[in-house]
């Protein structure tokens, strides 16, 4: 008798998400103590305005410098026990990925982003009953910028993060409905 293998996310369509690819720290891109970290929080809600508990968001972003490059690091392993390292601690990666918890919340420490243009970071939200996943941006000013410009108000409101106090920003992801949040296509 042989044993049944459990699936995975690429087996079938979730909610795998929440549990099986997040990484320890994978919510951490800034260096422990750096002083110029911020955090970037929200919710995701599905077309009802109710929590997704089991979404998992990946954030890209270009390095304080401007850099979108990057560097290895994020999941790191021990080569001789393959056990996992994490961030090396002191090195950017401009990766992070965060499960949502059971409210829908999500959220990110990582260092502001040095965006030739406005400060932005890349989000990729994978959640159940996505059969793809979605990319935005999450704009940590507003301004001038050939996305922006092209939308709409209320639809461009979808992409501001809300500055808060203590270097905080907030990015609510809406997956449809009023307030749907702008998604991105590409090709």
Same mark, same amino acid.
């Given at each position: 008798?042989?044993?049944?293998? &459990?699936?995975?996310?690429? %087996?079938?369509? *979730? ?18 103590? %750096?002083?110029? +970290? #911020? +955090?970037? %929080? *929200?919710?995701? !809600? ?10 998992? @968001? ?6 304080? *410098? ?7 690091? !994020? ?14 601690? =002191? $090195?950017?990666?401009?990766? $992070? ?6 409210? $829908? ?6 260092? /502001? /982003? ?10 990729? =939200? ?19 910028? &050939? ?8 639809? &461009? ?10 270097? +905080?920003?907030?990015?609510? #992801? &809406? ?5 749907? +949040?702008?998604? @991105?296509?590409?090709?």
């Amino acid at each position: 008798m042989t044993e049944r293998s &459990r699936p995975t996310p690429s %087996h079938t369509i *979730g909610p795998f998400y929440g549990h099986a690819l997040p990484f320890p720290g994978g919510e951490q891109m800034a260096p422990p103590g %750096h002083p110029d +970290t #911020i +955090t970037v %929080h *929200g919710y995701v !809600s599905d077309g009802a305005g109710r929590p997704v508990p089991d979404a998992l @968001l990946e954030f890209w972003q270009a390095a304080p *410098g401007g850099s979108w490059a990057g560097a290895p690091g !994020s999941m790191r392993r021990d080569p001789s026990t393959g056990a996992f390292l994490g961030r090396d601690g =002191v $090195g950017f990666t401009g990766f $992070g990925r965060v499960a949502t918890d059971a409210d $829908g919340h999500w959220a990110l420490r990582t260092l /502001p /982003p040095g965006n030739a243009g406005l400060p932005y970071l890349g989000v990729c =939200v994978f959640a159940r009953g996505l059969t793809h996943h979605l990319f935005t941006r999450a704009y940590l000013a507003d301004g001038a910028d &050939r996305l922006l410009d092209s939308l709409p108000a209320d639809r &461009r409101a979808t992409l501001l993060a809300a500055k808060g106090t203590d270097r +905080t920003y907030r990015f609510d #992801i &809406r997956l449809q409905g009023e307030g749907e +949040t702008v998604f @991105l296509e590409f090709q």
